[in-house]
């Protein structure tokens, strides 16, 4: 399709898609709360955030918010900084201006893991020199399902078999934003061939040393099974609103057991010892987050430990998701961990 039809799609706000048009009417939805903000969108080049950024355009004829379109180049591939290029050239045709990051770290080891904190620590970079605190990330309803699986093969509990919410805060105070989570990718595939006739493919998504690959893989073999997505999508959303719930509740015990002191974070010993494992697992995860600054929750499994590690000694002294705990006589204290 042209660029001069394309535009015309972008202006209508995909009207005559009658199949597209209500991807579009949703995501101004989630985003008019937020009135008229300045907003980061994160871009990859795949079909996912292509769209992301095309319905943002749309959005942009039609309201004053300002988005700046960022993608981060992690520097993994040899011909990662070329295909950057490439997908600035093919935005810059509908003026959309595509601002590039580039990774200057060699990472080695958990590599996705790595390249994710690395991007959000660009990502939020960016934001605190722009004064935006919104991020704009195009997951959908398959990363969703994926990430459902990758917890569960972890032994994640009730809040991590939740999976993604629509908002989150991460550090400074940034909020990451995903509008998409309803909406399958063939959706998503849909608009970005329609708007710019084309979308980036990332080989690593093929490699099945990284587990979410694999658990991809298997969605065929579940659905022959009997068990498709919309299934399990309709467990994780029965399983928020339990968490959701259950949220109440902790945010209470949370609030009467643990203070914060100029940088250190005490939990009352006393009443953590009252409360059940559930629930001491979930101060611990919040207490070193926000401690730490992390944009990830420790796992489940760590904090286990911890409590195990706790409960054993009395002047215990630990390291975990960045913190220094230690357990003293009355409380149990949490340090940010400086590293030389």
């Excluded at 010993?269 to 629930?279: C, H, T, W």
């Amino acid at each position: 399709m042209s660029k001069k039809n394309s535009n015309v799609i972008l202006k209508n706000r995909f009207k005559n898609y009658e199949e597209l048009s209500h991807i579009y009417y949703s995501f101004r939805k989630n985003i008019n709360p937020f009135k008229k903000k300045i907003f980061l969108i994160a871009v990859s080049g795949g079909p996912d955030s292509l769209a992301l950024t095309a319905l943002a355009k749309s959005y942009s004829y039609e309201n004053k918010s300002k988005f700046f379109y960022v993608l981060v180049d992690h520097n993994l591939r040899k011909n990662s900084s070329r295909e950057a290029q490439s997908v600035k050239k093919l935005l810059k045709k509908y003026e959309i201006t595509l601002q590039v990051l580039k990774n200057k770290k060699i990472i080695k080891k958990n590599i996705q893991s790595e390249a994710r904190n690395i991007r959000y620590n660009l990502l939020t970079s960016f934001c605190k020199k722009k004064k935006i605190n919104m991020i704009m990330t195009a997951h959908n309803l398959e990363d969703q399902v994926e990430t459902f699986f990758i917890r569960l093969s972890r032994g994640s509990g009730l809040d991590g078999l939740s999976s993604m919410k629509k908002i989150n805060k991460i550090k400074g105070g940034i909020k990451i934003i995903r509008p998409l989570l309803d909406f399958k990718k063939i959706e998503l595939i849909k608009i970005s061939k329609i708007i710019f006739g084309k979308y980036y493919k990332d080989p690593t998504n093929k490699n099945t040393k990284y587990l979410r690959t694999r658990i991809r893989n298997l969605k065929e073999t579940l659905e022959t099974s009997g068990i498709n997505y919309d299934q399990v999508i309709r467990s994780i959303k029965n399983l928020a609103s339990s968490r959701d719930t259950l949220d109440q509740y902790f945010n209470k015990i949370y609030k009467s057991i643990v203070t914060k002191k100029n940088n250190e974070t005490m939990i009352n010993l006393k009443n953590f010892n009252k409360i059940n494992q559930e629930m001491k697992m979930r101060v611990l995860k919040k207490a070193i987050k926000d401690s730490s600054k992390a944009y990830y929750s420790t796992r489940s499994k760590k904090i286990f430990n911890l409590i195990d590690g706790i409960r054993a000694k009395k002047n215990a002294k630990l390291t975990l998701g960045g913190c220094i705990i230690s357990r003293e006589k009355n409380h149990i204290n949490l340090k940010k961990e400086i590293k030389n």
